[in-house]
């Protein structure tokens, strides 16, 4: 009797073990799908991932169905699976419900696409025959009216004899309906005729992007010549590199003969960006070049769509390309020979809920070496951990220190709006030097971005007599006013309630916005430029698919001229026209309860900075903080990023964080705050016994609360050379032990290895 070992699509450990009827016997192997039965009466689709002899001491189940004739899981993958669950402390199971599309792990989620095609009946493909036939329709104009435009369209009326002198085209009935402007009555009538008849096609959904046009690469620059050339000696010595060029030093030029080469190889290429938004401008520059050897996979195609692509890669003709977000690491590859990860420093590229918690540029680096490929890494703001990977020789450095045709970097000008307030001169969030800048780049005929890390009308609203702030009911946060649905909503949960025109606590009817989102600076900038063109970006105006297309087409083709938006405007986009950057509160950013606060505050500054005067004439950036005096913000002014990372990573050793220790957080989470509190000190208890002051905590996090659910979080500190495999079996074996208490029995425990 044969056995197969299973992974199922649920966080639990490990693979489940069923038997293989004998009429499956030839059916089953690696990587192909199964049905089985779990529990009492619910069903899985699962994977195979191992085949034996070997008869389980438990009582064991059948498997019901077989769903592939083919493995949709290659074995290179099922390794990189096995790694992430193991370093990011998850189980299998979860690495599968996040690398497989939904409509892949459903008995039938993914159904491929047909339309409906027509076609002239095979007795009357012959000139003769169609003579006849017309005749026959006689006095029916309308029907005699849809053969002859199908015949035209489908070249069947250049028969001579039995042969067409054209190649016939195929037409689906929606094309001749349209053509023909006829109803599906009338095609029907000249199916029952037997006339024409009907047939179903499979269709793919994927985007076609045209006929490849190498030709269409430009030509690189001396300075980029100089990159692509030490990038290339760099990989006969190093598995993984870090170009480091400034904003609009030209990377993606560099990327694209990379790509190139790596295509003259006969190597498939995975290009990682951090945002769907950045995918919009990308997309564009490669599909003038590679056509339909690229695809894109990201969360806003359909299940269908990424099953479809999923398949496609697994097909004998994949794609060579792909360009996606985090996810796209998962995709099965069959001869990946180039990983590039852009703007790596982005915290983006770290999955926080659900798990796995993993960070997309380590699993890229993972992904190349099991395929024994390159990565590249490309930013102009390197993540401290991977500039101190470069610096010590693990990763080789390329530099880019001079813009595009060497335009200057943007001049920034810092502004100190708690001055300006005490005097009473600024005008909301906007300081005079701002507004003058704006005007003056509006009438030259340029554009402008403004940049604020706060969606929303006002982060929260409060009661000017009591002092009320309405609360998130099941989160531990206060509620972001969006004035555009009249609504309260909570960021975390989604619990919305209509804004309030009384107080509930004093009955007091003067309930303000407090602070500044981008739906209030939107209707601000309105009143006092009341003729300017403005764009929102941010997750409320990005909620369909095609938005980002929207927006940043609008904003490139100049039918906007001002863009408001959060951090997904700070990333890698290239506007041609933008002459000036406002950065209206640098403060939201640097005062953050977190380690890494300074770290993407600088990042993001860098890089909103780098959206300026990126074509033709120097930009300008005004930066408005209340602490001007910040060496940071010096920093920033004098785009000087090797002072920023020596004074960081001295301050991170003295204190012992990233790159010289590794993080990991437990958390800790139960619907009563007296359980998850004393469970939280046991297991910093438990923990100690092994790890000593490397544990600290507990402690509350920033948000303690989400979803009804109390969470607390210990830390630990890991040295670099611990052994990391032996560590991680010490936490499992905690929780393991507390979880056998019946106080906990409803708790809830997970990890977040290396947090961003």
């Known amino acids: 009797m044969k056995f197969v070992d299973i992974i199922l699509p649920l966080p639990l450990d490990g693979v489940f073990t069923y038997s293989i009827p004998d009429h499956f016997f030839d059916e089953v192997r690696f990587g192909v799908r199964l049905v089985v039965p779990f529990g009492k009466s619910k069903t899985y689709v699962g994977i195979a991932v191992r085949i034996h002899e070997e008869e389980p001491n438990f009582k064991y189940k059948e498997v019901k169905a077989v769903l592939d004739q083919q493995p949709i899981l290659l074995e290179a993958q099922y390794t990189f699976w096995k790694w992430i669950a193991e370093y990011y402390m998850s189980s299998i199971g979860d690495v599968y419900k996040a690398a497989l599309p939904a409509a892949l792990k459903e008995e039938e989620g993914y159904r491929p696409r047909t339309e409906l095609y027509v076609s002239l009946a095979p007795n009357f493909r012959q000139e003769r025959a169609l003579e006849l036939v017309k005749s026959m329709l006689g006095r029916a104009e309308k029907q005699r009216k849809v053969l002859d435009c199908y015949l035209n369209m489908s070249h069947w009326s250049s028969l001579i004899g039995e042969t067409p002198s054209v190649p016939i085209t195929e037409i689906t009935r929606e094309e001749l309906m349209n053509e023909s402007h006829c109803t599906s009555y009338v095609i029907k009538a000249l199916i029952d005729r037997k006339v024409m008849m009907t047939y179903k096609k499979e269709v793919g959904r994927l985007n076609v992007g045209g006929q490849p046009h190498p030709e269409a690469v430009n030509p690189l620059n001396d300075a980029q010549q100089t990159a692509y050339n030490q990038v290339l000696f760099n990989f006969m010595k190093k598995d993984v590199v870090l170009l480091h060029g400034v904003t609009s030093s030209g990377k993606t030029e560099v990327y694209i003969h990379l790509i190139e080469q790596a295509l003259k190889e006969h190597k498939q290429v995975l290009y990682l960006l951090p945002e769907i938004a950045l995918t919009v401008q990308i997309t564009t520059r490669l599909q003038r070049v590679f056509g339909n050897r690229m695809a894109i996979y990201h969360s806003k195609y359909s299940d269908a769509e990424r099953a479809e692509l999923w398949l496609k890669q697994l097909s004998a003709s994949p794609y060579d390309i792909i360009l996606g977000a985090r996810s796209a690491v998962f995709l099965p ?201 403005i764009a929102r970006m941010d997750l409320d105006t990005t909620r369909t698919r095609n938005a980002y297309e929207r927006i940043i087409e609008d904003f490139s083709s100049g039918k906007t001229n001002m863009l408001i938006g959060t951090q997904m405007i700070s990333k890698g986009l290239d506007f041609d026209k933008v002459s000036v950057v406002g950065i209206l509160n640098a403060d939201t950013m640097l005062n953050y309860p977190d380690f890494r606060a300074y770290e993407h505050a600088f990042m993001m500054m860098a890089q909103v900075s780098g959206r300026a005067g990126r074509k033709g004439k120097r930009g300008t950036v005004i930066l408005q903080t209340r602490s001007p005096q910040l060496p940071i913000i010096g920093q920033v002014v004098n785009h000087d990023y090797l002072s920023f990372y020596h004074g960081l990573v001295e301050e991170r050793q003295t204190f012992h964080y990233p790159p010289f220790y590794h993080l990991i957080y437990v958390y800790l989470k139960h619907r009563h705050d007296d359980v998850v509190e004393m469970a939280s000190k046991e297991m910093a208890n438990r923990l100690r016994q092994w790890f000593g002051n490397r544990v600290l905590g507990p402690d509350k996090p920033a948000v303690a609360k989400v979803m009804t659910m109390n969470i607390r979080k210990v830390m630990l500190k890991l040295e670099t050379g611990i052994q990391l495999k032996l560590a991680k079996q010490y936490l499992c074996k905690a929780q393991t032990d507390m979880l056998k208490d019946s106080r906990y029995g409803a708790l809830v425990v997970y990890y977040d290895v290396d947090p961003e």
Not at 373 to 396: C, D, F, V
Not at 471 to 476: G, H, T
């Open 333 to 533: 590859f069959q001869r990946l020979g180039l990983v590039i990860v852009d703007e790596e420093h982005e915290t983006s590229y770290k999955q926080q809920d659900p798990a796995p918690r993993y960070h997309a540029r380590s699993a890229a680096i993972v992904l190349s070496r099991l395929a024994g490929a390159k990565t590249l890494l490309g930013t102009a703001t390197p993540s401290i951990e991977s500039y101190y990977n470069a610096q010590t020789g693990k990763y080789g450095l390329v530099e880019m220190k001079h813009r595009y045709r060497d335009i200057q970097l943007p001049e920034i000008q810092v502004v100190d709006i708690q001055d300006l307030q005490r005097r009473k001169l600024m005008n909301g969030p906007f300081s005079p030097l701002l507004l003058r800048s704006v005007r003056e780049a509006l009438q030259a005929g340029q554009q402008v971005i403004l940049f604020q890390n706060r969606r929303g009308f006002a982060p929260m609203i409060e009661c000017k007599v009591c002092g009320w702030v309405p609360r998130c009911v099941n989160c531990d946060v206060s509620l972001t006013m969006h004035r555009s649905t009249n609504q309260l909503t909570c960021h975390y949960c989604g619990y919305t309630y209509p804004i309030p025109q009384v107080c509930p606590n004093c009955g007091s009817t003067d309930l303000r916005g407090r602070g500044y989102g981008t739906e209030k600076i939107e209707d601000q900038i309105r009143d006092i430029f009341p003729d300017v063109r």
